[in-house]
């Protein structure tokens, strides 16, 4: 489904992917690990078409993101850090506008539905301006799913989320992969990426260190791991 | 309706409803024109035959001036959580957005202009009614070419520092065809002379027009995509 070789991004002189190489089959997450300024949000960008690589070859969903990034938009479903959300609209103003903008259905009903599984349908008519964080981050993932995305890219789609809707996203996730979507997740809960991720890549300095099945790490095993090679900047074999 | 009408009409609703909620826009235009136009008043003093041969001029600068301070701000909205990166994913033509903002912003100087045309008929003692006709050809020509060629530079300029040292830059050059047409057209038209007499201002109003929306409709996806 997500198939991305060499990928490079560098702005100037300054490289901050170098010689990335994934795949992320149909039905299947990837947990995208790495301190802060190791490329997790420029990967993210580069997969969602959102910036172009410098090199490398990126086949999302069978289209080539380099030659038709139009296409590719079509098959996917982004969260990155800006939630999307126009701060004078109502909660079903905001999903209203990205539906008809998507070429979607945004009849009232429907757009409600959405609105509904996100636990956000008291809100309907509130502006939001006064949601909070977390709030916001739900009416994101309510964009998201207004379509019927192959891909979904999220940039640490649990922070901000309280209890009931991380429990709520870590479901929407499996159903998802279930129903034979694919996920690339930036995140830096450990516990999270392993319950969801079916392979963890650990990224440092612009460079994929690890490449496992998610399957055989424990969480106690992948904090080693994550400290010895974010430290040493050495890379195990796959 | 095709998706493509639906695309620029909901982006038209989004930010006229914002404007209507925030009312950032309205609310700075209106006083800046109120505050231009009392300016005006007392620089030029009475002296009517001073005071017509500038009006054209006055008016044209209240709109330009009120115009940039508006268009200039026909993105912001959309720096705010990303919304740009939305946009920029969505899939299909970009010139739809294009399309939508500019008839926000046409929408927006329209009201504005018509309150600063008010006050200026009041605040000057002009009889704007024998020149009406004529401005209702020059005043949606005039706005057209401001709004096109504005709304391209406010998204170039959208995600720069120095935006609003660089925008008035960047538009007030490319705007020099339409100023000289717009400024002349209105002298014809509030002398009360038939506007056949500016005839050939009026052609390359809506030839400057042509040329800006078609640029626009062309370059605002390369714009987006950054």
Known sequence: ????????????????????????????????????????????????????????????????????????????????????????????????????????????????ERLQAVELDALVGERARTFSAGMKRRLALARVTLGQPRVLLLDEPFSGLDRQGQKWLGEFLLAFKARGGAIVLATHGFATALAVADRAVILAGGRIVLDRPAA???????HRLYDDLVETGETVPR | MPAYARRVGIVLWKDLLVERRSKESLNALLFFGLLLLFLFQFSLGPDRARLESALPG?????????????LGRSFLAERENDCSEGLLLTPGDKSAIYLGKLAANICVMGVVEIVILALFGLFFDVDLARGLPGLAVILPLGTVG????????????????????????????????????????????????????????????AGADIVYLVIGLLTFEFVLEG
């Open chain 2, 58 to 70: 006055l008016l044209w600068l209240g709109f330009v001036l009120a115009g940039l301070l508006g």
């Open chain 1, 1 to 112: 489904m997500i198939a991305a070789v060499g990928l490079r991004k560098s702005f100037g002189a300054t490289v901050v992917l170098e010689d990335v190489s994934l795949e992320v089959p149909a039905g299947q997450c990837l947990a995208l690990l790495g301190p802060n300024g190791a490329g997790k949000t420029t990967l993210l960008r580069v997969l969602g078409t959102l910036a172009r690589p410098s090199a490398g070859r990126l086949i999302i969903d069978g289209v080539d993101a380099l030659r038709d990034p139009d296409a590719v938009r079509a098959r996917i479903g982004m969260v990155a850090h800006g939630s999307y959300v126009y701060e004078d609209l109502t909660a079903l103003e905001n999903l209203r506008f990205w539906a008809v903008m998507a070429g979607l259905d945004a009849r009232p009903d429907r757009l409600r």
């Open chain 2, 146 to 205: 401001l709004a096109a060629v504005g709304t391209l530079f406010a998204a170039v300029t959208a995600q720069v520092r120095a935006r609003e040292l660089l925008f008035p830059v960047l538009l007030l050059p490319i705007q020099v065809p339409v100023l000289l047409a717009t400024v002349s057209a209105t002298q014809v038209a509030l002398a009360g002379q038939p506007l056949a007499d500016a005839g050939p201002w009026l052609q390359l109003l």
């Open chain 1, 216 to 222: 055989g790490l424990g969480r106690d095993e992948l």
